[in-house]
């Protein structure tokens, strides 16, 4: 499950592997750091810097590190219909032969996706379970009870707060209600696996980080940060999103931005 518990997306992602996966970054290396940091350490740290790290020991007490099996996965999910992302080579949400491309989505039970996890069926299409906002709450809600709702240290630093909106009823009160969608963000039409450096020369310069994030690690990747993430056997990550703090760094990137239309103006 590729996106599991989003919670809200921009200001920085905190993925939680129950098991292992690898992340790609563009930085000379990312810190690993022994122990989860306190709420004030970590925004001093990492957030406000806007830098990546891999967090050892966070989530050795979640049932899920131990329970997650396909055997457990089998029995307590197996018969359940969920939806499935279906592509030809792995990508979507991407840009393929200039669109933006989502994947197809069929309704299956788990067990059968499993079944294609396990290679007991073959297929030439790329099967994977992935949701924005977010199918480890909505499809598989028998398995929140092995995760944590939420990360304390990190809501605690980034103040977490849930989104939602004033709607009036018949008689004039007003009730609370939470929001649900989820806002389109530009996206960076780049494979860094094999990049076009005729269309991106800029890209040349880029210095890219292979990390493996192994099972009971955390990593926390900044907002704005381009990444791409492989999986090299079945795996299972938690993403917690938190919304940005629109500051100086988010002025600066908006001035780059803005920067480089001019420039391809000229």
């Known amino acids: 499950m590729a996106e599991g518990a989003a919670l809200r997306a921009v200001r920085g992602c905190l993925a939680a592997f129950p098991r292992e996966a690898r992340e790609l970054g563009c930085v000379e290396s990312v810190p690993y750091l022994d122990r989860p940091p306190s709420p004030l350490e970590f925004y001093r740290e990492w957030v406000s810097p806007n830098k990546p790290c891999i967090i050892r020991n966070a989530i050795g007490h979640w049932p899920a590190l131990r329970k997650w099996t396909l055997a457990y996965l089998r029995e307590v999910v197996g018969h359940k219909v969920v939806s499935v992302a279906v592509t030809p080579n792995g990508y979507a949400d991407a840009v393929f032969h200039d669109r933006f491309v989502m994947p197809e989505e069929r309704q299956m039970p788990f067990m059968d996706f499993l079944d294609i996890v396990e290679k007991k069926v073959t297929s030439p299409s790329v099967f994977y379970v992935q949701k924005q906002c977010s ?11 092995d995760v944590q709702p939420d990360i304390p240290w990190m809501s605690e630093a980034l103040e977490l707060y849930q989104a939602a909106t004033y709607k009036v009823s018949e008689d004039g009160s007003f009730e609370i209600v939470d929001e ?36 009971g690690e955390m990593l926390y990747l900044p907002s704005l940060w381009f990444h791409h993430v492989q999986q090299s056997h079945g795996c299972i990550a938690v993403n917690y999103w938190y919304d940005m703090e629109y500051d100086l760094k988010y002025s600066y990137y908006q001035l780059l931005d803005c920067l480089t239309k001019a420039m391809k103006v000229l």
């Open 180 to 215: 649900k969608t989820a806002e389109k963000v530009p996206w960076i039409p780049l494979d860094p696996l094999n990049p076009n450096l005729e269309r991106y020369p800029e890209y040349a310069q880029a210095k890219p980080l292979q990390c493996t994030v192994k099972a």
């Open 135 to 145: 199918n480890l709450t909505e499809e598989f809600p028998e398995l929140i009870c």
